[in-house]
């Protein structure tokens, strides 16, 4: 075939990115409540203790599935910011040309994982708040400070949203009943010695049933009220507060939250002292867990790093509703032979999945995981957070939280790490554990 052949060129595979103009300014005495004033059911959201970035709008977006979507997500955001013109003199993680991102666990998934770019975007961290407006060069020609907080004025007052009061909520089972799910964890520990696996993470569904229109805005406030250390995200109706950050990439460092190891907080005896130190930390089985994500973790960062710092024992992560063993891990990321760092994006597609969310070893995991789980997890467990245009971004894994499937109604999906010894009916108690953030913001309970 001639080189110009319409099938072999490269837009059949991946689409043009869009040349895009980006204007960011200092959003001078910005209110400290400046994140949690701008949260709309609409708006994209990634932000954690009042810092963060929400969007507005669409200035471009990517939908791509299958095996290749965190590669053909790269080359188009790469092809963005090639070609894009960039105003930014604050220049910090998440200020400039910003990407909000939410990908697919599994390539077999039906879901569309996706890249967005927002037409505005305000932003605030310990030092700063800012908004960049990102279009067309001609739309924003010309741009001024009181042109671009009059929009985030008018994109914050937006009264789209659906502002209900909460309705009712009824809980049904989804793709896969409790006690479907009590057989799938029966299963997999019988399976576990023939197939060579350690551990595998079983997930459910749940479907949330509301009288009225669920208001995203509403449900992300009450997250972030109480679940202000996680990290709250929200993409075209992916919503929830994970506490598990896959990667945070800041100028070649790359940090990494690994949680294995649950304990419901709801559970009997759990208001003794000590109740934790004895059941998770110095609990074998939950210790293993932990090493097993841990382990992941390293074998993903060693050829992409210059070794990391991972403390020698996890720490009990309090949350209200679970704790958790937790482990806050660290390295310098390594250049590649042309002197390129990998960014959040190339980082986040080069963990995904981590033990902590798949099994261990992954591969044979995954084959388990399709044959007992049933289920399309879509965007849940995958990574989901932004990425800008110097490499910096943050991903969390997409837990806690669920998805709006019509204006009535969410999916909400929980999993747990199943190990030799553990109980199906722990297993099914700690996936309603993990569903109460978003049973309690919806109103459920
Ligand atoms: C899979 C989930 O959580 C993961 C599983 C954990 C476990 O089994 O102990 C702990 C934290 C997460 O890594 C979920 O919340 O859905």
Redesign the pocket.
């Known amino acids: 075939m001639s080189a110009d052949s319409p099938v072999l060129s490269a837009s059949a595979h991946q689409p043009l990115a869009p040349v895009l103009t980006s204007i960011t300014f200092e959003y001078l005495d910005a209110p400290e409540t400046l994140v949690a004033d701008s949260l709309r059911h609409r708006s994209m959201v990634w932000t954690r203790n009042g810092h963060g970035l929400v969007g507005f709008g669409t200035a471009a977006r990517l939908h791509t599935h299958g095996e290749e979507r965190f590669a053909r997500a790269r080359a188009w955001f790469a092809q963005v910011v090639e070609q894009a013109q960039i105003v930014d003199p604050i220049s910090r993680p998440g200020s400039g040309l910003v990407s909000f991102g939410s990908f697919a666990f599994s390539f077999t998934s039906v879901f569309e994982s996706r890249m967005v770019i927002p037409q505005l975007v305000i932003g605030r961290d310990e030092e700063k708040s800012w908004i960049t407006v990102t279009g067309s060069a001609k739309e924003l020609e010309g741009l001024t400070y009181q042109q671009a907080l009059a929009r985030a004025e008018a994109a914050m007052a937006d009264a789209s949203a659906p502002k209900s009061a909460p309705g009712r909520i009824e809980l049904t089972s989804g793709q896969l009943t409790a006690g479907s799910y009590l057989q799938a964890v029966d299963q997999a520990l019988s399976r576990f010695e023939e197939r060579g696996i350690s551990k595998l993470?079983l997930?459910r569904d749940v479907l949330a049933h509301s009288s009225t229109s669920i208001d995203l805005a509403g449900v992300m406030a009450a997250l972030t009220e109480r679940y202000g250390n996680c990290w709250t995200y929200s993409v075209d109706g992916l919503v929830g507060a994970t506490?598990?950050m896959l990667v945070r990439v800041t100028d070649g460092l790359a940090e990494a939250r690994?949680?294995?190891?649950?304990l419901d907080r709801a559970a009997a005896g759990a208001q003794e002292p000590g109740f934790a130190q004895r059941n998770l930390f110095e609990d074998p089985k939950?210790r293993n867990?932990h090493q097993l994500?841990i382990d992941s973790l390293t074998d993903s960062l060693n050829p992409i790093s210059h070794g990391m710092n991972a403390p020698e024992e996890p720490f009990i992560l309090e949350l209200p509703n679970v704790w958790?063993?937790a482990s806050d891990v660290r390295a310098q990321l390594r250049a590649d032979t042309a002197g390129v760092l990998p960014t959040a994006l190339d980082v986040a597609e080069i963990f995904h999945p981590?033990a902590?969310?798949c099994g261990t070893p992954t591969k044979k995991a995954g084959v388990l995981l399709r044959e007992l789980e049933g289920l399309d997890r879509g965007p849940?467990?995958g990574p989901v957070g932004w990425v800008d245009s110097r490499g910096d971004g943050e991903f969390g894994?997409a837990?806690?939280g669920g998805i709006l499937e019509d204006e009535k109604l969410m999916r909400l999906?929980?999993?747990?790490?199943i190990v030799p010894g553990s109980v199906p009916e722990d297993e099914l108690a700690?996936?309603w554990a993990?569903m109460r953030p978003m049973r309690q913001a919806l109103g459920a309970e």
Do not use: F, N, W
Not at 413 to 417: E, N, S, T, V
């Open positions: 993470v997930a506490p598990e690994v949680l294995a190891g649950t939950q867990e994500a958790h063993l981590t902590a969310v849940y467990a894994i837990l806690r999906y929980a999993g747990c790490g700690e996936s993990k």
